[in-house]
Nanobody
Framework: QVQLVESGGGLVQAGGSLRLSCAASGRTFETYAMGWFRQSPGKPREFVAAISGSGFSTYYADSVKGRFTISRDNAANTVYLQMNSLKPEDTAVYYC??????????????????????WGQGTQVTVSS
């Protein structure tokens, strides 16, 4: 089992940047594929990005491609989401998620919340216009 804690959210102006972090407990972090999702009030949870346990496979939603970058540091048990050129429509609660047995995952197939086993509590990102 793994516990996930997100941090780094906040208020930023449009065009600005934020870096989210997700710290995981446990000693087998590299065996988990990791994903970032977001959710706005009244909307379903939306896929943002995913990365395999090895870090070699990444996948992004079209809405963030070229602006967001997912990365991980397995030695630090942490996954990151670097968000640049932020837009007001990026405003949401951002969640990280972990999928077991994900070291070799093809992250193209990890874009649904149902693909993940563990979730963090979320961190709010607000982008003002």
């Amino acid at each position: 089992q793994v516990q996930l804690v997100e941090s780094g959210g906040g208020l930023v102006q449009a065009g600005g940047s934020l870096r989210l972090s997700c710290a995981a407990s446990g000693r087998t972090f590299e065996t988990y594929a990791m994903g970032w999702f977001r959710q706005s009030p009244g909307k379903p949870r939306e896929f943002v990005a995913a990365i395999s346990g090895s870090g070699f496979s990444t996948y992004y939603a079209d809405s963030v491609k070229g602006r967001f970058t997912i990365s991980r540091d397995n030695a630090a048990n942490t996954v990151y989401l670097q968000m640049n050129s932020l837009k007001p429509e990026d405003t949401a609660v951002y969640y990280c998620a972990a999928k077991a047995n994900g070291y070799y995952s093809n992250t193209y197939y990890l874009s649904s919340p149902r693909d993940y086993d563990y979730w963090g509590q979320g961190t709010q990102v607000t982008v003002s216009s």
